[in-house]
């Protein structure tokens, strides 16, 4: 498919094991997002690549967040020692790179930490 | 301080009705996005409106830029069950980052 794909579709996981999340954007799109979306918060920003420039880490809640993205394309967002309140929808999306360029969204993944 | 404050959270109603949800900032914004989430699905961005004052429509869909830009509106004409989902407000502008409302999940029941 030409969308943006993202791995698993679901997680569950024990509270303080560490989780890997992937994103394979559309093939071409030099800009990568990841949102977190949670009942209670709405959708957050988390991090942004762009190109070869440094990213955007600014809305990464602690750092137990962190990402990767490889050969400007794949991207994993890992979260380490999981805690309850990590349970949420995790949502990437990539776009053109240009500011203002439409974001295109993966459908998720759901991550439930017990 | 929620940046974008959308109403009603909640709306459940039947196939043909007609809806309005709302779009609330105390901010002014160079242009304002809707979204459609779908169940199990990423947002799906609708429309863009730029000017105060603008008017869009999208087949049953018609988006409102407050006059002030600061507020927006998204009214459905005779609502299908396909119009489910939840719709989210998106501040635009200049900035990469989305900042949404916490949407209003609509419900159209057959």
């Known amino acids: 498919g030409a969308g943006v794909s993202q791995s698993p579709s679901n997680k569950v996981t024990e509270k303080g094991k560490d989780v890997e999340l992937r994103c394979d954007p559309i093939?071409?799109?030099?800009?990568l997002y990841w949102y977190r979306q949670s009942l209670g918060q709405g959708l957050e920003f988390l991090i942004y690549?762009?190109?070869?420039?440094?990213?955007?880490k600014s809305g990464l809640p602690s750092d137990r967040f962190s990402a990767e993205r490889t050969g400007g394309s794949v991207s994993t967002l890992t979260i380490q020692r999981t805690q309850q309140e990590d349970s949420a929808v995790y949502l990437c999306?990539?776009?053109?790179?240009?500011?203002?360029?439409?974001?295109?969204f993966g459908p998720g993944t759901r991550l439930l930490v017990l | 301080t929620q940046l974008l404050e959308q109403s009603p959270q909640f709306l459940s109603i039947q196939e043909g009705e007609n809806l309005t949800v709302y779009c609330n900032s105390s901010?002014?914004?160079?242009?304002l996005q809707w979204y459609r989430q779908e169940p199990g699905e990423g947002p799906v961005l609708l429309v863009t409106?730029?000017?105060?004052?603008e008017v869009k429509k999208l087949k049953r869909l018609t988006f409102q830029f407050g006059d002030a830009r600061k507020d927006s509106s998204l009214h459905i004409t005779a609502a299908q069950p396909g119009d489910t989902g939840l719709y989210l407000c998106?501040?635009?502008?200049?900035?990469?980052?989305?900042?949404f409302g916490k949407g209003t999940l609509l419900t159209v029941n057959p």
């Open positions: 690549f762009q190109g070869n420039s440094a990213p955007d």
């Open positions: 999306a990539s776009s053109r790179g240009q500011v203002q360029e439409t974001q295109y």
């Open positions: 998106d501040r635009g502008g200049s900035n990469y980052k989305l900042t």
């Open positions: 901010s002014v914004f160079s242009s």
């Open positions: 409106v730029v000017t105060g004052g």
């Open positions: 093939s071409g799109h030099t800009a």
